[in-house]
């Protein structure tokens, strides 16, 4: 019987509001210590996951489904789901930065790893990190704006990697 | 009890939600030799059937799990 060979993941991370930024850094780094050679692709709004520091946030009017909860108080009240009309969602100023601070906190308080903590577990685990270089291009990025150790690269890069793999995701 | 499990190395993964006990217990195994032992304790309710599947791909068996309360506990041999 052939040896078998180790199984490789690659992503692409397309998002950057919170939580969508979740998603890519979880799988890849569970995959990793899995023994699986991972590679993310880093395209349109989800470069900017690769920023040295990252300022995602999230937006409640673009997710209508999204549970509205408090971080603090008992039990009970930090289960209700408080229901936020979309007239608020969209027209409040500060919502975005209010839902963004009590997402972090719940995800706090349930021993959730943050975004950058995850990252820094990916790098750690040798997770290959491919900014899009048009994306960069296009928006104005420059290398300096991005952490050390990730690669730079296009599409066939992506799919050079993305033909052996064994799971392949668009995020 | 007389058929305490030996181990060689403990992990506190209480409070902390998925991914991390898997991560964190993937980094400590790395730390053992062939043959030694991870005790590891967890709260995440899912974990039970994360490190089943985490174990299944690695194939660093678990001896054995116990829950006790809310706390799932496992020990893991570095292959």
Redesign the interface.
């Known amino acids: 019987m052939a040896e078998e060979r180790v199984k490789k993941m690659a992503l692409i991370a397309s998002q950057g509001t919170l939580d969508w930024a979740y998603p890519p850094f979880?799988l890849a780094?569970?995959a990793a210590?899995?023994?699986m050679e991972v590679a993310i692709f880093f395209t349109f709004y989800g470069l900017p996951l690769l920023k040295r520091k990252i300022d995602a946030k999230v937006s409640p009017q673009s997710n209508p489904a999204m549970p509205m909860k408090m971080p603090f108080g008992p039990k009970f009240f930090q289960n209700i789901s408080w229901p936020m009309p979309n007239f608020l969602t969209g027209n409040a100023p500060g919502f975005e930065s209010m839902a963004t601070t009590m997402m972090k906190k719940t995800f706090k308080n349930?021993?959730?790893?943050s975004v950058t903590e995850l990252r820094d577990?990916c790098m750690e685990?040798g997770v290959k990190m491919i900014a899009c270089q048009m994306t960069m291009d296009v928006f104005g990025f420059e290398k300096k704006d991005f952490i050390e150790g990730i690669e730079y690269g296009g599409a066939a890069m992506f799919i050079d990697f993305a033909t052996d793999a064994d799971i392949q995701m668009f995020i | 009890m007389s058929d305490d499990q030996k181990f060689d190395m403990e992990l506190d993964c209480k409070n902390l939600s998925c991914p991390l006990p898997v991560l964190k217990t993937k980094q400590a195994i790395g730390k053992l030799t062939p043959g030694q032992v991870l005790k590891m304790t967890s709260t995440d309710p899912g974990s039970n059937k994360d490190m089943a599947s985490w174990s299944n791909r690695t194939g660093n068996p678990i001896l054995k799990t116990e829950v006790v309360g809310n706390e799932h506990i496992f020990y893991i041999q570095r292959k």
């Open positions: 979880i780094s569970t210590a899995m023994e349930k021993g959730v790893a577990l685990a």
